[in-house]
């Protein structure tokens, strides 16, 4: 508020000054020039306070008549030099003041300080989005979902202006600024004490570089997760403690890879990663073979050293015919059905298409399904603009940079035990995630489910951390009961409980649960908040323990005590 107060004062500077000079010279003037009875007789001039007082509404409105009586001849020929003088000096003024509220620094200055103001009322944990393109839209969509504030900084302004279009439910201050610089980020919230991490997930990878510098340094203690295309920059990333770096190419060779060697440990895993709220992906099931890869850029380059499994041959196709050094090459785009043939597309049995131009890879996709229709297609899509192209061909498995990094960012920041579940899984047989993906896709019906962690804490489930630290028992299955009716399981499953350090993977129904335990669920958003008031209810607790569905008011607990007596006599 005191930038654009001071701001408007530095502009009207000069029409300020302007103005009181010309007031007060008209008020001098009035005080000197003599004035005139009715009787023709000299009278004295004005005094100062009818001087300014007949000014101060002339001046605005040229008059209401002459005061304290009719003005002589001078009075009136230096009231007609007043009015003009005025009229010129307020003219001014008004101009300037019109001017002022088109300026554009004007704007922005009125922007910025509604913006941190907004974000200085923010009372609920929220995290700071840097870049709001198809990446940032797709994370800000998500966290919208699941009820997380956000704020927004996006360099494009016309971008900011289409984020009013959008329907968000929660809290999500938006301003168009450069999130390197370390005033926007701090005005944006980064040291706001409901702040919980940020997320740098602009287009370009020193623009990311720079604000993770900047969270680093002015904010250590909050998370920072960084999308990257260049190993370079990952790097650098690496070296100051960027907590979580996505590398969406580097990050859907390793899925493709998997995808390969365990596909229903990849299922699971694209189950858990998903948007929550959006249709389960299909299912994957790419071959090993003879596979040719299109692009040798940083894309093909991840690609080809994921997919180096046993089983899996490759061939690169490369305008300049620089592939990898012990690997056969064609020069080409693949386009082409001649280079597919030399790159022996009749064998194949799967075919990644991985420019970084989207007509280019539908073409080759289409050309490689008609040389070899049985083919398993791996398609890139660069443009959200092509959503519609992509839809209607149905690649076998379509790699949208936009989306694996949304996904990973989402997952990684309001599920911080995924990752620790991600590493036990390494552990576990095919077979193991093969029950689990049954068990998944039963309970979620065709829909991306939510993922979420808790830890029994007086803070978020008083009603179950009482009764646990009063040495009630309370088990897995007992907690996952529905408690609108007991005889019915909420549609989730608790995938891992933490306990002093040590993990335990799906555990039985029987588990018995303590204070502080830490668990990750998954299941529908509605078997979320079930489970969210047994958690901080008393009586919905008492109820899917013992079936007594007892009631809150002291009115119905003193009826409810006077029934239990009466029935306890007979």
């Known amino acids: 508020m005191n930038s654009v107060f001071f701001l408007v004062l530095r502009r009207m500077r000069a029409p300020l000054i302007v103005l009181i000079v010309f007031y007060a010279v008209a008020v001098l003037g009035l005080t000197l020039v003599p004035g005139e009875n009715e009787d023709g007789t000299p009278a004295p001039p004005l005094s100062f306070f009818h001087a300014f007082y007949f000014i101060s509404y002339t001046a605005t409105t040229i008059g ?34 019109l001017a002022l509220v088109q300026d554009k620094a004007f704007h922005q200055t009125v922007v910025a300080t509604r913006f941190a103001r907004r974000v200085a009322r923010i009372t609920t944990p929220f995290y700071l989005v840097c870049g709001c393109g198809e990446t940032g839209s797709l994370i800000c969509r998500a966290l919208d979902v699941l009820g997380r504030d956000f704020v927004i900084l996006e360099k494009d302004e016309q971008r900011v202006e289409e984020l009013d279009l959008e329907d968000f439910i929660t809290n999500d201050p938006a301003i168009a600024a450069d999130g390197r610089l370390s005033t926007n980020l701090l005005m944006a919230g980064l040291r706001h004490p409901k702040c919980r991490g940020v997320l740098a997930v602009t ?78 992906p299909e299912v994957h099931r790419p071959p090993r073979g003879h596979w040719i890869i299109c692009g040798y850029g940083l894309f093909g380059k991840a690609i080809g050293r994921y997919l180096a499994l046993p089983g899996i041959d490759m061939t690169v196709i490369e305008p300049d015919g620089k592939g990898p050094e012990n690997g056969h090459t064609v020069r080409g785009t693949g386009t082409e059905a001649s280079v597919l043939e030399e790159a022996g597309i009749m064998v194949a049995s799967g075919i990644v298409a991985g420019s970084d131009n989207d007509v280019k890879n539908l073409s080759i996709a289409m050309m490689a399904k008609k040389l070899n229709p049985k083919i398993f297609v791996v398609a890139r899509q660069n443009q959200a603009a092509s959503d519609v192209l992509f839809d209607t061909f149905r690649a076998d498995f379509s790699m949208v940079h936009t989306r694996v990094v949304a996904q990973e960012c989402v997952s990684v920041l309001t599920t911080p035990l995924l990752a620790q579940f991600f590493g036990a899984l390494r552990d576990t047989e095919e077979s193991w995630s093969q029950r689990l993906v ?12 939510e993922v979420w962690d808790i830890k029994i804490e007086n803070s978020v489930g008083p009603a179950v951390y009482k009764a646990l630290m009063e040495n009630h028992t309370l088990s897995v299955g007992q907690l996952m ?51 969210s008031l047994t958690l901080q209810n008393a009586n919905a607790l008492e109820y899917i323990l013992t079936g007594e569905d007892r009631h809150a008011g002291w009115l119905w607990q003193f009826l409810f005590s006077k029934h239990a007596k009466g029935v306890d006599k007979h």
């Open 64 to 97: 209401f008549g002459e005061i304290p009586q009719a003005f002589s001849d001078g009075q009136r020929l230096w009231v007609t030099a007043c009015i003009y003088m005025t009229v010129i000096a307020w003219s001014y003024s008004i101009l300037t003041i």
């Open 203 to 280: 287009n370009d990878d020193e623009a990311n570089l720079a604000i993770a510098i900047n969270v680093r340094l002015l904010n250590p203690e909050i998370p920072v997760l960084a999308r990257v295309r260049s190993p370079l920059v990952s790097a650098n990333m690496a070296s100051f403690g960027t907590n979580h770096i996505v590398n969406a190419y580097e990050r859907f060779a390793e899925y493709l890879a998997l995808a390969v060697a365990s596909p229903a440990r990849f299922r699971l895993i694209e189950i858990l990663t998903g948007l929550p709220g959006t249709p389960l």
């Open 438 to 449: 049954a068990l998944l896709e039963g309970n979620c019906e065709g829909i991306v489910p």
């Open 481 to 531: 009961r529905d408690n609108a009716d007991r005889e019915v399981a909420l549609p989730a499953a608790v995938l891992m409980i933490v306990r002093e350090g040590k993990s335990y993977l799906l555990p039985d129904d029987d588990f018995l649960l303590r204070a502080d335990d830490a668990l990750l669920l998954v299941g529908q958003h509605d078997a979320r908040s079930a489970l």
